[in-house]
């Protein structure tokens, strides 16, 4: 098969799932489809794109398995745990001054330990300026295109290896006894799961003080980061930040907008203006 052949099969391939599915594969890296495409052709013994759009035809469970290859879903509570720290004096003095009104967008959320990772640090920053009791004041929505990481959120409840970076003493504080673990009811409150397509439909509630979209934006391609990091500049009230994934950079007129105020960290500011 010469590589124009091939390029061709796969478009046929990628607008096949697009209109079965709804999945925008052309917001996608063309690298990241195949690699995910080639797993599961591997896992099911077929060598082209035409075969493999057989299989799908053939078998409907098979669109499962792909997207639950195409939109891997990987996370942990504190995921890079320094960012987190670095985050948590911005997150206090937010509080404070939003007098606990803070809201907060996990974009990408996958199973949920990111929107409880916010959920924990609004309620530590409520905690360090004396306002427990505000904490019900806040909202996290929590927010992902794959339904069985949704479920997975809305049922809350997370298995030990989840906690790895997580500091002990929050896991004591925020967390159930017993496995599998579950948030306290105030967290559990605080997080709202929706579906949402980020390549597809806009943010689902501005403005936000907080968003966080991390290990999401790499399996898109250029135009599609683009035109999201305007949108999430869009979406963020005056003073609000955006956290990105530590591999993530954020470029287009977005930079006009948000300040890099932790290199490291990815953590961006939204001008007062
Ligand atoms: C690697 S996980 C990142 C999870 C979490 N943000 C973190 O950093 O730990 C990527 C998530 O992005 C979600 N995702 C992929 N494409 C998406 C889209 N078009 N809209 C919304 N979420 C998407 C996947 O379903 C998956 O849950």
């Known amino acids: 098969m010469t590589a124009e052949q091939d390029e061709r099969a796969f478009r046929a391939l990628t607008q096949k799932i697009t209109r079965a599915r709804g999945l925008a594969c052309d917001a996608y890296k063309d690298r990241c489809l195949r690699r995910r495409i080639g797993v599961r052709m591997r896992a099911?013994?077929?060598?082209?794109?035409?075969?493999?759009?057989?299989?799908?035809?053939?078998?409907?469970r098979e669109y499962d398995l792909l997207l639950d290859a195409l939109t891997i879903n990987v996370t942990k509570f504190f995921r890079n745990v320094e960012t987190w720290?670095?985050?948590?004096?911005r997150l206090e003095a937010l509080w404070r001054e939003r007098q606990g009104r803070v809201r907060a967008w996990s974009a990408g959320c996958a199973s949920g330990e990111e929107p409880y990772t916010v959920a924990i640090a609004l309620a530590e920053a409520a905690r360090a300026t004396g306002q427990d009791a505000l904490l019900a004041r806040a909202r996290v929505d929590a927010t992902?295109?794959?339904?069985?990481?949704?479920?997975r959120t809305r049922a809350a409840e997370f298995a030990e290896a989840t906690f790895s970076e997580m500091p002990a003493e929050l896991v004591r504080r925020y967390f159930t006894a017993e496995a599998p673990r579950r948030p306290l009811p105030?967290?559990?409150?605080?997080?709202?799961v929706a579906k949402h397509d980020l390549t597809t439909e806009p943010p689902p509630d501005p403005p936000?003080?907080?968003?966080?979209?991390?290990?999401?934006v790499i399996y898109f391609d250029r135009p599609m980061q683009e035109r999201l990091f305007a949108q999430f500049a869009a979406a963020l009230s005056p003073g609000g930040i955006l956290l990105l994934g530590k591999v993530e950079t954020l470029f287009g007129p977005a930079r006009d907008r948000l300040v890099l105020e932790e290199p490291r960290e990815r953590i961006y500011r939204r001008s007062e203006a």
């Open 208 to 216: 936000y003080d907080l968003i966080v979209c991390r290990n999401v």
């Open 85 to 89: 720290r670095a985050l948590a004096p």
């Open 144 to 151: 992902d295109i794959d339904r069985a990481s949704l479920e």
């Open 44 to 60: 099911r013994g077929v060598h082209t794109f035409a075969d493999y759009g057989r299989v799908l035809d053939a078998d409907a």
């Open 186 to 192: 105030e967290l559990q409150g605080l997080v709202h």
